[in-house]
């Protein structure tokens, strides 16, 4: 995989996500992630936002520092400071290069610290990270324990993902 030469940064704080009319207040966490963004979408992209899937909140600023994020590239994303504690992950949406201006939005993105995450027009994908190192427990399991405790593993994860 190919990695793009810069470093998107979004330091993230109160003013970086803002809720408008918002009438609760959101829990935040303090937090220094660092992320790996994969295009795999099959075009250019030249817009990268992303918000918390909370009613009311606004997208991000365009987090691409360069004109252009190409298909096949990755991209480093490092998200510092205070943000909103969601159980339905986040929406990232992106603007596809050309004259259309297509944009595109996934929802339901598990945001982790080491996670690499491969966007695909169907879907993202968490290829690494702390959701990574649960399946990675299982596998050492099967290896090295029981098939017992593979299996206790694998029902965890499965019922995790049904929640």
Same mark, same amino acid.
């Given at each position: 995989m190919k990695k793009l030469g810069f470093m998107v940064?979004?330091?993230l704080c109160a003013v970086g996500f803002t809720a408008c009319g918002s009438k609760e207040p959101v829990e935040t966490k303090e937090v220094s992630y660092e992320l790996t963004f994969s295009n795999d979408t099959?075009?250019?992209?030249?817009? @990268?936002c992303l918000r918390p899937a909370i009613d009311n909140y606004s997208w991000? !600023?365009? @987090?691409?520092? !360069?004109?252009?994020?190409?298909?096949?590239y990755e991209v480093p994303i490092e998200l510092t400071g205070s943000i909103p504690v969601t159980e339905d992950g986040w929406e990232?949406?992106?603007?596809? =290069?050309?004259?259309e201006k297509e944009e595109h939005t996934w929802k339901d993105v598990?945001? =982790?610290?080491?996670?690499?995450?491969s966007f695909t027009m169907k879907e993202a994908v968490i290829s690494s990270g702390e959701q990574a190192e649960e399946t990675d427990a299982a596998d050492d399991a099967k290896k090295h324990?029981? !098939?017992?405790?593979? !299996?206790?593993?694998?029902m965890k994860d499965a019922s995790a993902e049904k929640e």
């Open positions: 940064m979004a330091v099959g075009a250019d992209i030249s817009e @990268l991000t !600023e365009n @987090l691409l520092q !360069e004109e252009l994020w190409k298909d096949g990232v949406k992106v603007i596809f =290069a050309g004259k598990q945001i =982790a610290n080491d996670a690499k995450i324990g029981t !098939e017992d405790e593979a !299996e206790d593993m694998d």
